[in-house]
C-alpha cells in the first residue's frame, strides 16, 4: 500500500504533509483489517 501512496503522491505532484500521512496509517489500517478478514475466512472454510 505504500508504494501505491507514493506513487499517486508522485504523479499527482502532491507533497508528503500531515493530510497525507493521516491518511497512509488509515489505508494501512484498512490493508491489515482485510487481511485478518481473509484468513480467518480461510480458516472456517478448513
Known sequence: SFI????GLFFTGLTMNAGSMLC???L???VVNNAILL????????
Open 24 to 26: 497512509m496509517v488509515m
Open 28 to 30: 494501512v489500517g484498512i
Open 4 to 7: 501505491g501512496v507514493f506513487l
Open 39 to 46: 484468513l480467518e475466512s480461510a480458516m472456517l472454510k478448513m
